[in-house]
């Protein structure tokens, strides 16, 4: 069986913010999956903030992207053909081959998915990568404890909005930042204690030491910047600052913060730390027996802003960041 | 026995950077102790950085200190009468009641010192605050290990001319940063294997990339602001930075600083870590044997910067700020 696929390719690396230039289409002929491979059809992909930085040709965590390279990135799929043991046709996976149609994969790469745990896309939002984010920060690095102050940036977004539910189950007093109303609003029904609009804000370290005048035991960190700057005002001593994410800065070539707060490091003696979510993947077992007993018990809820069809997939990621995503942004290629 | 005690008082809270004016010398007769006292008449005294944060009247790991009221710090004195057990009058015991000649003191805040093991002044150095503190950043949170490189800022301070010694006896690469050439020589001669002066340097983060081209494992901060910039720059993955101190903006209520590589955070899994010595104390029966040992080989030297009499303190606290010392900055008040 030939297969013709459509694929999103990296045509040239952005210089600062990028655009639709920074993206190509094209259709080619995949190759019949070989031995251990998988041929799988996209249901749903996603579009995450990292990316930006798989763009810029640099050593990082992940390998950067390569220019007239498919783009990639995580996505669940419906098993074609098999060429590998323990998938069949039909079953439904997630992998990591999203930005095309169809894909062949190696069959070490793709993870069957229960769609009577959680429908398809869930295991790309609560179920995935954001989830699982967000459960690591808290969990591993924050240890959040029942009764504590917990502040979590970009709220609204796939990571912060799994991060207030989670908080929330965990007893936590949360205090969130979105940048709008509708999406406060929407901050505050996951069940946020405070959301604070960091857009019509004045004064942001203001505005967050009224929400928490007792002060933080954890920042989630999503934004960086002036948002972390604040979060150090705030700390109570010996708080744990848990970075995600600093999406404030990912288009810039030389970010530029100014910061008047970081002496609180030392005086308050806080910890920050830095993480990468795959690194920490023996927790997933118990991060998604809890998660199901959550999305069952409603105590999480999912929102995702969705794109029809591959052609969209360019406009998705841009929007991340223009904040137009309330929740996980998703592009949707195909039902089952 | 009554005795008039000469004191050093907070005369008035600095704005910005202190002067003369913040301190007023005053004559007293001292109470005679009561039970469970000790009348001590200072030998030594030091003058550190962190006292510009007591003299500001806002909550911290340490009370601030009163206007009109005696300042504080760790001193080295001889005890002229005891009214408590274990002391004896002539013993040489370390305290925090310095800034004043002779002084009545709780025996609870007094520590034996052993001139056999180390002479007076070196219990206010490598033995006392800044060689604890440095042994505290680099085994507690450094966890430096042989091999590893780590980079240590104000190299010639009392804090950082200890961390170099001791990261060298521990047998890890010592990348340093000093504020003259005169210092740079002498970091050089404590073993640091290169030495920036940051303030000729036309780009530290170019510089310290030259001299450690493999990234940094750990970076032992005394400055923040820029040396912090660029240590995020060049740390590698998974590096520590472990801040001790921040004098940078010790003298501005608000400070200001300009950061281009707090993303890497994130992008490294970078750990920071604030800490405050006094919170440390198991570590000291391990920290005193080492030095000891340390000082008994020679692969720790100690230098001072000595100002004679009580009236020169305040002289000498300010000369912090302006690099004035090389090593710890002590007063010398009387001979034993």
Not at 15 to 35: E, H, I, K
Not at 36 to 54: E, I, K
Not at 137 to 150: D, H, I, N, Q, Y
Not at 162 to 176: L, N, S
């Amino acid at each position: 069986m030939s297969v013709v696929a459509q694929e999103i390719l990296l045509n040239s690396r952005p210089n600062g913010a990028p655009t639709l230039d920074t993206f190509r289409s094209v259709r080619r002929s995949l190759p019949a999956p070989s031995d251990g491979q998988l041929l799988v059809r996209t249901l749903w992909m996603s579009v995450d903030p990292y990316m930006r930085g798989r763009m810029r040709d640099q050593p990082s965590y992940i390998a950067p992207f390569q220019v007239g390279e498919p783009l990639e990135g995580a996505a669940v799929g419906v098993v074609e053909e098999s060429r590998a043991e323990n998938f069949a046709k039909g079953d439904v996976v997630s992998h990591f081959s999203g930005w095309r149609d169809h894909a062949v994969i190696d069959a070490t790469t793709a993870t069957k998915i229960d769609l009577d745990a959680a429908p398809a896309e869930a295991w790309l939002g609560p179920l995935g990568v954001p989830g699982f984010t967000a459960f690591v920060g808290l969990e591993r690095f924050g240890a959040l404890k029942s009764g504590e102050t917990v502040f979590i940036s970009a709220a609204a977004g796939a990571v912060g909005s799994m991060a207030v539910q989670i908080a929330k189950a965990k007893g936590a007093r949360v205090i969130a930042s979105a940048g709008s109303d509708d999406k406060v609003a929407w901050v505050g029904e996951l069940g946020a204690d405070e959301v604070i609009n960091y857009k019509t804000a004045k004064d942001l370290t203001a505005a967050l030491r009224k929400a928490a005048p007792e002060g933080l035991d954890v920042y989630f960190d999503n934004v960086g910047g002036k948002h972390l700057d604040a979060a150090l005002a705030v700390a109570k001593d010996s708080a744990r600052i848990v970075v995600c994410g600093m999406i404030a800065g990912y288009n810039d070539e030389l970010p530029s913060e100014t910061m008047h707060h970081l002496s609180a490091i030392v005086i308050k003696r806080l910890s920050l730390r830095g993480f990468i979510v795959l690194d920490h993947y023996d927790l997933y077992p118990e991060f998604s027996a809890a998660m199901i007993g959550w999305l069952k018990e409603g105590k999480v809820k999912s929102r995702d802003t969705v794109h029809d069809g591959l052609d969209s997939a360019p406009k998705a990621f841009l929007g991340l960041f223009s904040g137009d995503n309330t929740g996980k942004m998703l592009v949707k290629l195909a039902d089952r």
